[in-house]
C-alpha cells in the first residue's frame, strides 16, 4: 500500500517561514508529478505549486509566486514546499498531493496526504 507521509507544518509569525515535506512510502514504479495544495476554512482546495518529476518544471498559484518554491528529491520520492514571508493568508490545511504509477505501464493514480496545518498567526 502506497503512503504520504507529510511533517513541517505549524505556527509561524508573519513574515516567517516554514518547510513542508512529503515522502511517499510502498511499493510502486514511478512519480509523475508531485505538489500542494491548501484549505483555508470555508474554501475550497486550492492548487499552491506542482512539479513534474522527470524535468522539474514548476507550476505555481499567483498567490504564492516568488514566496513558495517547490522541489523534489527523486531518490528518496520526497517533495518539499519551502514558504517564505508568509502572510495570515497562508493560514491553512497544506496537502501533498502525487500522481504516481503503480508498475510503468499502468495508468497513473493520486494520492493526498493526511495534511499539515500551517497558521501564520502575530
Known amino acids: 500500500q502506497v503512503q504520504l507521509v507529510e511533517s513541517g507544518g505549524g505556527l509561524v509569525q508573519p513574515g516567517g517561514s516554514l518547510r513542508l515535506s512529503c515522502q511517499a512510502s510502498g511499493s510502486f514504479w514511478g512519480i509523475d508529478r508531485m505538489g500542494w495544495y491548501r484549505q483555508a476554512p470555508g474554501k475550497e482546495r486550492e492548487l499552491v505549486a506542482t512539479i513534474i518529476t522527470s524535468i522539474g518544471s514548476t507550476n505555481y498559484a499567483d498567490s504564492v509566486k516568488g514566496r513558495f518554491t517547490i522541489s523534489r528529491d527523486n531518490t528518496k520520492n520526497t517533495v518539499f514546499l519551502q514558504m517564505n514571508v508568509l502572510n495570515f493568508e497562508d493560514t491553512a490545511v497544506y496537502y501533498c498531493?502525487?500522481?504516481?504509477?503503480?508498475?510503468?505501464?499502468?495508468?497513473?493514480?493520486?494520492?493526498w496526504g493526511q495534511g499539515t496545518q500551517v497558521t501564520v498567526s502575530s
Open positions: 498531493n502525487m500522481v504516481l504509477r503503480i508498475r510503468r505501464w499502468s495508468d497513473g493514480i493520486t494520492l
